[in-house]
């Protein structure tokens, strides 16, 4: 079996001072990758070297997960200190994060987390597999009140250290604006989709500027994603032209191609594989065989603003469409 050293995983330092690694495994499955087979996945790429592990209450598959995990700490392969593990509170938990959380811990049998986020800004929920025309009836805008209560209970759990760091997910610079302005602890970080025609330049900067890392959703663009999740404008950027032609001259996969320009742009990519082959690559490319600065510059210059997850089944009776919710215009609709 290859293995990665993990001390050659370079790692992103919070503002805190964490250190988090840069290449962590994604674990949603979605409908066509059982529990079971992403926890083998999770057990086989703790062995080969990933130390982060990006899991969610959502993915249904925490317990499995946990299980995973013991078998690794029983047999001696690592530590709960070796390992970074990210989970998430769904947004039917808004009213309930200690719940959440405790529930989370109990499912992976840890006592503790190293990043806990709170999933999207939205309580607006939906059951699995649903198609993106489904509404939930109690929907709501974002209301920064009941956010500020959220937020409330993470510094919470943060300042008592069952959470060594706090985040946000799917944020916008306009609510993040307000959450800064209202917070005691600053987020450390933001999950947010990026990939080559999803850069977030605007979003990624001022998260920058802010002090607060950003870990990256569907690097290498989800290519598997169930179709009902696919709209006719979306792209596919491991088939992107200059992908391929920078793909060929590192003789790898255009998707490693994804994850080698995320480590080196400064973000933290969680890419989703099952298969030991791929997610090994994932791992080792960023240890060897950098980009150069021209092949980042094509890459810079591919982005289409092409939004893949979209949240359509977030949205409100009054909203329009899924644009509101995602204040392109900077101001946050419905508020
Ligand atoms: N915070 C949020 O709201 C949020 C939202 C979405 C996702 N996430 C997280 O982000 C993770 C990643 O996103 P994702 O799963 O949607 O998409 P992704 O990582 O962009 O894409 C996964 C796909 O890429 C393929 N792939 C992976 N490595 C490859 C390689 N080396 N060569 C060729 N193909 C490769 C996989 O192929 P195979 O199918 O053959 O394995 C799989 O189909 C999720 O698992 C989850 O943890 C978070």
């Known amino acids: 079996m290859e293995t990665v050293d993990p001390n050659k995983v370079p790692k992103v330092k919070f503002y805190n001072g964490a250190e988090i690694p840069t290449v962590g495994l994604g674990t949603f499955g979605s409908d066509h990758v059982s529990a079971d087979q992403i926890a083998e996945a999770v057990y086989q790429a703790v062995k080969i070297g990933y130390r982060l592990i990006d899991c969610a209450a959502v993915y249904g598959n925490e317990k499995e997960i946990g299980s995973a995990?013991?078998?690794?700490?029983?047999?001696?392969?690592?530590?709960?200190?070796?390992l970074w593990i990210t989970s998430k509170v769904w947004n039917s938990m808004h009213?309930?994060?200690?719940?959440?959380?405790?529930?989370?811990?109990?499912?992976?049998?840890?006592?503790?987390?190293?990043?806990?986020?709170?999933?999207?800004?939205?309580?607006?929920?939906?059951?699995?597999?649903?198609?993106?025309?489904?509404?939930?009836?109690?929907a709501v805008p974002y209301r920064h009140r009941d956010f500020k209560r959220v937020w409330a209970v993470m510094e919470d759990l943060y300042?008592?250290?069952?959470?060594?760091?706090?985040?946000?997910?799917?944020?916008?610079?306009?609510?993040?604006?307000?959450?800064?302005?209202?917070?005691?602890?600053?987020?450390?970080?933001?999950?947010?989709?990026?990939?080559?025609?999803?850069?977030?330049?605007?979003?990624?900067?001022?998260l920058k500027e802010n002090g607060i890392a950003a870990i990256g959703f569907c690097p290498i663009g989800s290519p598997a994603r169930p179709d009902r999740d696919k709209t006719a404008t979306d792209t596919v950027p491991i088939q992107d032209p200059v992908m391929v032609k920078i793909a060929k001259a590192h003789n790898v996969h255009p998707a490693v191609i994804c994850v080698k320009w995320a480590v080196q742009r400064g973000q933290i990519p969680i890419p989703f594989s099952v298969k030991p082959p791929k997610f090994t690559m994932n791992l080792k490319c960023i240890t060897e065989d950098p980009l150069t600065e021209e092949e980042m510059n094509e890459i810079k210059s591919i982005d289409k603003n092409n939004r893949f997850i979209k949240g359509q089944v977030f949205l409100w009776s009054t909203a329009k469409d899924w644009h509101d919710l995602w204040d392109e215009d900077g101001t946050i609709a419905g508020w």
């Open 69 to 82: 995990l013991k078998r690794l700490f029983d047999e001696g392969v690592v530590k709960r200190e070796d």
């Open 95 to 138: 009213h309930d994060v200690r719940g959440s959380f405790e529930k989370t811990c109990s499912d992976l049998g840890v006592d503790y987390l190293d990043l806990f986020l709170v999933h999207w800004p939205f309580p607006n929920s939906h059951a699995p597999g649903v198609s993106v025309d489904s509404r939930d009836p109690d």
């Open 159 to 206: 300042e008592n250290g069952l959470c060594k760091n706090i985040g946000t997910s799917n944020q916008t610079i306009a609510k993040m604006k307000l959450l800064l302005s209202t917070c005691k602890v600053k987020p450390m970080v933001n999950e947010m989709e990026m990939h080559p025609h999803f850069q977030q330049p605007e979003l990624f900067n001022f």
